[in-house]
């Protein structure tokens, strides 16, 4: 008894002599454990202070989890305790997509994490709208090849698959409650964006079959899934992208009534051909739209990084952060992240990398299998859904990359094939005395818009994310209009 105690209380107090301790001592033990909120994390992995990191009292840790110890494969993760009461928050994982984009450069630095880089990326500040203010975040760079996670075998990353992906990441989840097992009981939820719409849902059950056959060890509290403009149909998710940009007048009636006439998407896959008139169509799109739309946001500006504005915005100094959304914030970031002394303080790169850090892996480091693209995750989702896990499908309904219509389109295909009931009538949601989207849920599968928001939901609007967030992961409705 004294020797465990000893252990579980590991980096909190160390009893020499265990031996001698008395009954008496070891309940004095306990309690203090217990009252100073002490655990199991690793004391390795704590993060002291990022470079110009304001002061916080939450933790973060940062580090690698082994997830192949054969082919050498690990995977880099950043953990931020919820910002008050982490003991009674629940546990969210958050993958970015791509393939190939960081969950830590994205969705920590830019999207829902508790900081973002400053306006000449000399430091860091507090993101008033994190989504820790509600939950404990975990976010993770996968697969290896992305961000900071690398494999000693190259072959690891000229052959990443979906099915490859999602046993890696539930290694990773093993591994990583073995690191923090005070969460292993924790209400757990799985999130994430754009193809993240294939990562999650394929991770989701690959929980589930675990859950099945290891609950004498270890079963995986999963309440649900979250997925922002996800990609859960190519064929469907391609042919909404054109009806976007009709219906948003960024190309003409000919050319949408063109692609409509000759473009067959349902049989679309990005490893086959087109015929030569659709593909003279979809190449007209381009021209009517113009170089200076950013497709993940149609209505905000873009970013223009020349050397001249660059050297302007980081000698003259001319925000800490700037107004509205910050449309240089990937510029500001991976110059952040590339320094040695932040990565030093994350504990990453331990590797030493040959190539800089970046949003998303190009093509040079990463090659994903494009046939992933086609796979079908209806089937996947209709299975957990059957299964009793609630999810939630949302949509900036300014992004054009993988629009809320398709979206809307597959939400409508799987409540048809469950005969999922409607539980709350199509409506519009609020943030504050503002319309902050439109709403349904059909039994436990709801669908939401987030208004004038991106690809990336909680870069665009921040307040309004984490209104829709706190909806999801406390259970309780979307807050309808009342005078």
């Known amino acids: 008894m ?15 002599e265990p031996w001698v301790a008395s009954w008496f001592l070891l309940l004095v033990v306990v309690a203090w454990a217990l009252v100073t909120g002490c655990s199991g994390a690793p004391q390795e992995d704590l993060i002291t202070k990022l470079p110009g990191q304001p002061d916080v009292e939450f933790k973060q840790y940062g580090g690698y989890v082994t997830v192949d110890p054969d082919k050498g494969r690990a995977l880099f993760y950043y953990f931020v305790e919820a910002e008050h009461d982490p003991q009674e928050k629940p546990l969210i994982l958050w993958l970015n997509g791509g393939p190939g984009c960081s969950s830590i450069a994205g969705g920590a630095f830019t999207e829902l994490g508790p900081f973002f880089p400053n306006a000449y990326a000399d430091g860091l500040v ?33 052959s990443a698959t979906d099915e490859s992906t999602a046993r890696d990441n539930l290694m990773f989840l093993l591994n990583w409650f073995e690191k923090f097992p005070e969460y292993k009981s924790r209400k757990f ?4 964006e754009s193809y993240a719409g294939h990562y999650i849902p394929q991770l989701a059950a690959l929980v589930v079959e675990y859950n099945k056959n290891h609950t004498k060890d270890f079963s995986f509290n999963l309440h649900g899934l979250a997925i922002g403009n996800p990609l859960l149909r190519l064929n469907v998710d391609a042919a909404a992208v054109y009806t976007f940009l009709w219906s948003h007048g960024l190309i003409s009636d000919k050319t949408y009534k063109g692609i409509k006439r000759t473009c067959d998407f349902m049989s679309y896959e990005l490893t086959g051909e087109i015929s030569d008139t659709c593909d003279e169509y979809i190449y007209a ?17 873009v970013c223009l990084p020349t050397l001249a504005e660059q050297e302007l915005r980081l000698k003259k100094k001319i925000a800490r952060r700037s107004l509205g959304v910050d449309v240089c914030i990937v510029t500001e970031m991976e110059i952040y992240m590339n320094r040695p002394d932040v990565q030093e303080a994350l504990h990453a790169n331990s590797t030493n990398l040959n190539h800089s850090y970046r949003q998303c892996s190009s093509n040079d480091v990463l090659h994903y299998s494009l046939s992933n693209y086609s796979i079908d995750i209806l089937p996947v989702l209709e299975g957990l859904l059957q299964h009793g896990l609630r999810v939630l499908l949302y949509s900036g309904d300014a992004d054009q990359v993988v629009p809320f219509i398709g979206t809307r389109k597959n939400f409508d295909e799987l409540s048809n094939l469950l005969d999922l009931q409607t539980v709350v009538n199509y409506t519009a949601w609020y943030h504050g005395r503002q319309v902050a989207g439109w709403t349904i849920a059909n039994g436990n599968l709801t669908f939401a818009t987030v208004r004038a928001a991106a690809h990336m939901v909680p870069y665009s ?15 309780k409705p979307l807050t309808s209009y009342s005078s």
Do not use: M
């Open 126 to 158: 507090r993101n008033s709208h994190s989504w820790n203010k509600v939950a404990n975040l975990l976010f993770l760079e996968s697969p290896a090849g992305v961000g900071w996670s690398y494999s000693n075998t190259s072959d690891d990353y000229l």
């Open 189 to 192: 939820y799985l999130t994430g």
């Open 461 to 475: 609007q921040p307040a309004r994310a984490l209104t829709l967030f706190t909806s999801f992961v406390t259970g």
């Open 2 to 16: 004294a020797s465990s105690i000893h252990l579980s209380l590991r980096g909190c107090i160390r009893l020499k």
């Open 285 to 301: 799109t381009y021209g009517e739209e113009g170089p200076f739309i950013n497709g993940y946001d149609v209505f905000l500006d």
